[in-house]
């Protein structure tokens, strides 16, 4: 299918009670939209990092009570998984759309690249642009924009990857629900181009971290 962007009846699908109802709904409707969105930008990123790219569409499988209240595609150079390696994220909470890097609390190369981080925080400054944002925990909706983060709580955050078992560090984009660029399809594919492009820096230094 061609990705005509999402309608706020897919943010609406985060209202909707029950388990089994809510999943009901995900698959039908939100989950085709992201398995269009990995077939288009898996041949991208994979040209993109030098690498063949995988696309894994959140399944929600383990869970047996508690609806799932975001969902999502991520883009790793594995066909198995990609909660151990570095990877990309697209998809959405209620209130937003996100596209993310993430090096994610299962990640065996979270010190390594939190010291990465920590050697290159000046070009990460250049690189990554002031409204771009970061989060420290995927399964928040929060996320705070790199003009709001001091070097000091930079530093924080990259100890706290290197240090903490469930740490994480995401960056990227949030996309407010009734944004243009979310409804209208290929304003929503540049978008999340650009952004991938402009996020390149970071996984770089995730490959180098994993040699």
């Known amino acids: 299918m061609t990705f005509k962007g999402f309608t706020d009846a897919d943010f609406n699908t985060f209202r909707i009670e029950g388990l089994d109802e809510r999943m009901d709904v995900l698959k039908t409707t939100v989950r085709p939209k992201l398995e269009a969105l990995g077939e288009h930008f898996a041949p991208t990123l ?43 994220q697209i998809g959405l909470w209620e209130s937003h759309v996100f596209v993310w890097f993430a090096v994610i609390y299962e990640s065996p190369i979270k010190a390594s690249y939190a010291a990465l981080l920590d050697s290159h925080v000046e070009n990460i400054r250049k690189q990554i642009p002031a409204h771009y944002v970061w989060s420290i925990d995927h ?73």
């Open 46 to 88: 994979s040209s993109l990092v030098g690498d063949e790219m995988f696309y894994h569409v959140a399944k929600h499988a383990r869970r047996t009570k508690n609806p799932p209240n975001d969902t999502w595609v991520a883009f790793a150079n594995s066909k198995r998984g990609y909660k151990k390696l570095p990877h990309f």
């Open 139 to 211: 399964t928040r909706p929060e996320a705070t924009p790199f003009k709001e983060i001091t070097f000091n709580e930079f530093d924080n955050m990259t100890d706290r990857l290197a240090n903490v078992k469930k740490a994480e560090l995401l960056c990227g984009i949030h996309l407010p629900r009734d944004n243009k660029r979310v409804s209208d399809g290929n304003l929503f594919i540049e978008t999340v181009s650009e952004t991938f492009e402009t996020l390149m820096p970071l996984y770089r230094l995730a490959q180098q971290a994993s040699s």
